[in-house]
């Protein structure tokens, strides 16, 4: 099992981005993904998950109205559009499998600073 996070950068603060994870190892669109992510010195904390189908997803309160995630089977990807981004939202973004406690990959860097 294998995820590659990317799409990560500096931003402005009220700006966007959207990151991408690609994931290997297993059959991709039978399982719940999510999107973590760690500010430096605080505890990794679970941003948003999608269901199998894509049908239910779920946000913290953080970034509800603000994130959108989705999913694509074909590509074994699962995508986290980030809008209006806020400082508070600098961190290393990761993604896996939902419940599974898979490995961390190397995660992606979003820092939003003016």
């Known amino acids: 099992v294998h995820f590659v996070e990317s799409g990560g950068g500096l931003v402005q603060p009220g700006g966007s981005l959207r990151l991408s994870c690609a994931a290997s190892g297993f059959t991709f669109s039978t399982y719940a993904m999510s999107w973590y992510r760690q500010a430096p010195g605080k505890e990794r904390e679970l941003v948003a998950t999608?269901?199998?189908?894509?049908?239910?997803?779920n946000y913290a309160d953080s970034v509800k109205g603000r994130f959108t995630i989705s999913r694509d089977d074909a590509k074994k990807t699962v995508y986290l559009q980030m809008n209006s981004l806020k400082s508070e939202d600098t961190a290393m973004y990761y993604c896996r499998r939902l419940r599974w406690g898979d490995a961390w990959g190397n995660g992606t860097l979003v820092t939003v600073s003016s």
């Open positions: 999608i269901s199998s189908a894509g049908g239910n997803t």
